[in-house]
């Protein structure tokens, strides 16, 4: 049944409540009387997938990823044009699921978002044969500028995607600046990132192979917590053993840090340079070792 339906039409201009997480929409042109039908019930949700957020999203940044769908009483989707609408309180900077009400034209409707930490991933479009989907292989003294896409995406388990940012040939060193494509390497790079549609402070991530997929097999140094660790090309790590690195003996501890100085491994005492490197065959602090780098008394 058509009957007459007074709702906010006509271009407006948003405005947003002070109040933390609660937004309403405000029009500043004249209100306008139209024929359209009652709807009797609405749905709301984000535009991001299964409803995920990333934490620290911009509270007035939401209106950018909201969608309100509203139907008659038979179910039939309706065009109510431009509406006015409140979204109701909740914490953006607190991970986890958090309920949502929205509220137009005298209707209410809920659904849950989870709140995710997020980061930026940058994926190559088109993988290069063998490589994983996620790595970018370009040859020495190569051109950074790749087909790519970013994706937002759980920080803490990225193959939850938040939502997709894009997708396009840009030039990596965008990303980052100091990327040198002049050395053959395996390198995962991280840099701080800015998303504007958002209002989003995180960080942007990407894994880039310099050389051919030799590269990857190779592992890398990594400093965390004021220590050293060696990460291999599969991500993996030593602990608590010996591993050969580049023509010398690293010994690593039971989470995987390099040990220094003096060490006792077995039953033995070794003696471990500040680069984590064994002394061997010399004499150290007036203590011999041999050329196993084991300490002779």
């Known amino acids: 049944m058509k009957k007459k339906f007074l709702c906010l039409l006509s271009v407006f201009t948003l405005g947003f409540s002070m109040t933390p997480n609660v937004y309403a929409a405000t029009a500043d042109t004249a209100q306008e009387e139209r024929e359209v039908s009652t709807p009797s019930r609405i749905e709301a949700k ?13 509270q ?9 769908k509203f139907y008659d009483e038979k179910g039939n989707s309706l065009d109510m044009g431009e509406v006015q609408y409140e ?4 914490d953006t900077s607190k991970k986890g699921e958090q309920k949502v009400i929205v509220s137009s034209c005298g209707l209410t409707t809920e659904f849950t978002v989870n709140l995710l930490p997020s980061k930026v991933v ?22 950074t500028a790749w087909p790519l896409k970013e994706l937002l ?22 990303f980052f600046p100091n990327l040198d494509v002049s050395t053959a390497g395996f390198h995962e790079y991280t840099a701080p990132y800015y998303i ?3 209002g989003l402070e995180t960080t ?12 990857l097999e190779k592992g890398e140094w990594v400093y965390t917590n004021g220590k050293w660790w060696y990460k291999h090309g599969d991500g993996s790590y030593t602990t608590n053993g010996w591993e050969y690195i580049d023509g010398y003996w690293y010994f690593f501890d039971d989470y995987g840090y390099m040990k220094t100085g003096w060490t006792w491994v077995n039953g033995s005492c070794y003696y471990l340079y500040s680069d984590g490197h064994m002394a061997s065959n010399e004499t150290i602090d007036g203590y011999y070792v041999n050329s196993s780098g084991v300490w002779i008394p």
Do not use: M, W
């Open 153 to 174: 995406v759980n920080a803490d388990n990225p193959s939850e995607i938040i939502f997709g940012l894009g997708a396009g040939l840009v030039s990596l060193l965008e």
């Open 60 to 68: 007035d940044k939401l209106k950018n990823l909201l969608s309100i």
């Open 87 to 90: 979204i109701s309180p909740f």
């Open 122 to 143: 940058i994926l190559p479009t088109f993988p290069a044969q063998g490589a994983p989907e996620d790595v970018f292989v370009i040859p020495v003294n190569g051109h």
């Open 196 to 198: 504007e549609y958002l």
């Open 204 to 215: 942007v991530n990407a894994k880039i192979c310099i050389g051919d997929l030799s590269q």
């Open 46 to 58: 984000f535009t991001t997938l299964n409803n995920r957020l990333p934490v620290g999203i911009s």
